[in-house]
């Protein structure tokens, strides 16, 4: 794949610096902000830290970024913890910036002291007509010129929480004419009379990212800092706030592309706002991107992973096809999953042939790719059900499956043939009366004759009545997806729920347990079934797609 050429320009880097000498061992790190659920986005920044460490021998750390108590919350932490061990992933340590906090502030104070900070009290909007443009140079505050003792009182003052939020930020004092405009006294605090779901009401005053993040790098001992490419511009004061601060070790930053998906949205905002406005049941609604939505929806982690590694880690954005992650775990499940029948939505068939009170059980194979997996036994009886999709009262040409007159084989059973419908008074197909001939049995090796078509069915005395949900992509018409607008593509029908029936042997199934229905795709146990007392099935997709790894 073409992603393929820069796959590894970091572990060239680190290879190098391992070289050189720069570095004796690496240290990686995974920095979530807890202000949502991760998504398979974070999936991507998760698996490249972690591995690169675990290739290179080094270690990586969990970092909470949490220096913005507003969104913060303790149950994001808690999620994010979930779903990096279920994604295979051991922390070697685990941090929260804002235990850093004390140490942030002594560092501030340092800037100040050395002329390389100052107490600014324009408003926000002031300030951003001030730092210019790309073509315009910055406009220097009017307070840029403060004395350093000012500044340290006004400073201390701050965190005393004698002002309000807004009235005063601290800014580093950098180069109003640089062309970088992330170079241009950037604020480094601002005041937030906030509760902090881990320093509770011990500040109000909060560093901004691109003053925290270095310095928890620095603090931590991170070698590579590798983050998404729309940071490239802020690396020039990410390298200034180690430099100025006296960091003693020196971490770099690297950037990578972004992952983004087809049909639908990747970034905490937006999926929040989808949870928020009740457009998803949750977090975990199985439609979202987010890692617990694919848990639920029936992806594995070795799914995920294989899918991560076949993009590797490119210096260019991209979207990928929404149909490589589909790929991946059928890859998965092709040899893991067994194959059971199930009925979506079933008609009755009755065969008037067979002995009334007979149950025969037949064996059939749990998974044909997979002889290992064994056998399993399907009971047949006078009673079945069948898809209504497999019969039709006036079938077009070539239509092979059941009308009258007509006859197929069923799935590891017999032939059967059509003789009469039953109607309801609306005129609805509501039974079937078929015969079968018990000369077909599957496995017998008849060969009398052929059938052009061969469809599924269940026993219907033992048959489990089971919930089948089946998703489509959330979000319709990509290139509209931008910031306003992705609300207005949202498919109306991505989610379509049908009744029907499984195969008795898979009836005491638990949450997460996964199969292959034979003709529909592969489906996962929703965990909602154990509250529901009812078999629940989410689609985690189809059996086939036309979608090929170019290789
Ligand atoms: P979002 O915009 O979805 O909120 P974020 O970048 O603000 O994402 P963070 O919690 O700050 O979320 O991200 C933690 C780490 O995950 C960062 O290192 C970030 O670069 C990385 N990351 C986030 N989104 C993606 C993505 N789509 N592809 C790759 N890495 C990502
Ligand atoms: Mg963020």
């Not at 990410?238 to 070790?249: F, G, H, L, N, T």
């Not at 306003?484 to 029907?500: A, C, D, M, R």
Request: aromatic share 10%; hydrophobic share 35%; glycine share 4%.
């Amino acid at each position: 794949m073409e992603h393929k050429a820069s796959s590894n320009f970091i572990k060239n880097i680190i290879n190098e610096d391992l070289k050189s000498g720069k570095v004796d061992h690496i240290i990686t790190r995974f920095p979530p902000e807890p202000n949502g659920y991760l998504h398979i986005g974070h999936a991507k920044s998760i698996i490249l830290n972690f591995e690169l460490a675990d290739e290179f021998k080094g270690k990586t750390h969990l970092r909470f970024d949490d220096t913005n108590p507003v969104k913060e919350d303790t149950e994001y932490v808690e999620s994010i913890k979930e779903d990096v061990t279920w994604l295979g992933y051991k922390w070697d340590e685990l941090f929260f910036a804002s235990d850093y906090f004390e140490e942030m502030y002594n560092r501030a104070v340092l800037l100040i002291k050395k002329g390389k900070a100052y107490v600014c009290d324009s408003t926000a909007e002031e300030i951003r007509k001030m730092r210019g443009s790309l073509i315009e140079v910055g406009q220097k505050s009017p307070y840029r010129d403060r004395s350093v003792e000012e500044n340290l009182e006004l400073f201390e003052r701050m965190r005393q929480g004698e002002f309000k939020d807004g009235q005063k930020v601290l800014r580093a004092k950098i180069d109003m004419d640089s062309p970088n405009i992330n170079m241009r006294d950037p604020v480094l605090y601002r005041i937030a009379h906030a509760n902090h779901h881990n320093t509770g009401d011990k500040w109000c005053i909060y560093p901004m990212y691109d003053f925290a993040h270095p310095l928890e790098d620095a603090i931590e001992g991170v070698t590579h800092s590798i983050c998404t490419l729309e940071f490239e511009d802020h690396r020039p004061l990410y390298d200034w706030v180690i430099r100025e601060c006296e960091m003693e070790k020196v971490p770099h930053q690297y950037e990578f592309a972004r992952l983004n998906i087809t049909n639908t949205v990747m970034s905490k905002r937006k999926l929040k706002q989808l949870v928020d406005e009740h457009v998803v049941d949750g977090w975990d609604d199985p439609r979202m991107p987010t890692i617990s939505g694919l848990r639920r929806k029936g992806y594995t982690p070795e799914a995920i992973r294989s899918f991560a590694r076949e993009i590797g880690v490119a210096k260019a954005d991209s979207v990928v096809d929404s149909k490589m992650l589909e790929f991946f775990i059928r890859e998965d499940l092709k040899l893991k999953a067994p194959r059971t029948m199930a009925v979506l939505e079933p008609l009755k068939v009755v065969i008037t042939n067979y002995p009334a009170d007979q149950v025969e059980m037949l064996e059939a194979e749990i998974n044909s790719e997979n002889p290992e997996m064994g056998t399993r036994q399907i009971p047949f009886s006078r009673e079945i059900y069948i898809e209504q999709d497999d019969f039709m009262e006036n079938p077009p040409a070539k239509y092979f499956r059941l009308f009258p007159g007509n006859e197929v084989r069923l799935k590891n059973a017999y032939f059967i043939k059509c003789n009469d419908i039953v109607k309801d008074e609306a005129g609805k197909v509501i039974e079937l009366h078929c015969t079968y001939d018990p000369e077909t049995k599957s496995g017998t090796g008849f060969t009398g004759r052929k059938v052009k078509g061969t469809i599924h069915w269940v026993e219907a005395s033992q048959a489990v009545p089971a919930e089948f949900r089946q998703y489509e992509p959330l979000i319709l018409d990509q290139e509209e997806d931008d910031d306003t607008s992705f609300l207005e593509h949202i498919n109306p029908n991505s989610l379509e729920i049908v009744q029907g029936f499984v195969e008795a042997n898979i009836k005491d199934s638990k949450p997460q347990d996964k199969f292959q229905f034979f003709r529909h795709g592969y489906f996962n146990v929703d965990p909602l079934s154990l509250k529901q007392g009812k078999l629940i099935f989410n689609r985690i997709v189809s059996l086939k797609s036309s979608f090929q790894l170019n290789k």
